[in-house]
């Protein structure tokens, strides 16, 4: 099937890629984020910029909505330290009137289905141990979220208009996006670099040992269309995950390979504070390669705080796992798995030939 998608936070990283994969597959595609979302020229799409917490910009854009049949809303506020903002109040009342605002805008659109984006904090991941593994019919847990907020809008917004929805759970989104608040492969690539011009080692820079989960953004942005125009997707929840696990000391040697590295023995690093303190040195490599003139927090956005949160960066034990189960996706018809390798490989390769990342 196809229609007429609106991608909301078009510019991040699973916004990017639904804007990829719709177009792709036929659909009109647009596009709401303030800066265009960095796509290949084959690309068909139409950008909206729009500040999604200017309440009167978002209504000035709602003509622009006419024919929109579906959405999928991946806009995210997260505040500048990422881990501790994930409980403030602000940080939950803010997405909650962003996604009221693109709500209220879409009411006179002929909306059929809207594609929600949550994650493993549904499970209450950075409050508590999760139930292993986690499943999309446990019961809501019980803290405070701004997913609940969104959702609890959703289901009564469905319920007005009558039209089908579906939230996805993605775990550890990995992609190309660079200057976003939870993406990984910016940051690796950027410790690469500094550690090669530095002549450092290029160590594991995380705590204890354990076993975690990813995702390809590319198989989270089919799932999307996927949940578009499927009926065993309309009103429920689905994990997604690259269908394995892996460990972060696995999966190092591979990153040192792929970035020209050697791999070395554990080097702990708050990446936070180590990367900072050589924004000159990566200021001299992008003059030195002629890369895009990024400086060093434009490169990173806030996923370097993400790095030390999955990293497990300074804890003295092993977190405790936090594994979702991907079942009742796959038994719904979505089976699409990948390899969590190449997927690494692939992105720290695509970001060198965009000009992000120094060769190798």
Known sequence: MTGTVLVVGASGLVGAACVAEFAAAGWRVLAVSRRAPEAAAEVAFQHLPVDLRDPAAVRAAAGRFAEVTHVVYAAVFEKPDLVRGWREPHQMAINLAMFQSVTEALRSAPVEHLTLLQGTKAYGVHHHPIRVPARERHPRDPHQNFYWLQEDHLR???????????????????????GVAMNLPPVIGAYAAICRAEGLPFGFPGGPSYVTQAVDVRLVARAARWAAGSPAARGEHFNLTNGEVFGWRDLWPALAEESGLEPAPDTPRRLAEFLPAHAATWDRLVRRHGLRPLALPALLGASHHYADFHFATGARTAPPPALVSTVKVSQAGF???WDTELSFRHWLRALVDRGVLPPG
Do not use: M
């Open 156 to 178: 009564a917004v469905a319920r007005e208009r009558d039209l089908s929805w579906t939230v996805l759970r993605p775990q550890l989104v990995v992609g190309p996006t660079h």
């Open 335 to 337: 089976t699409d798995t």
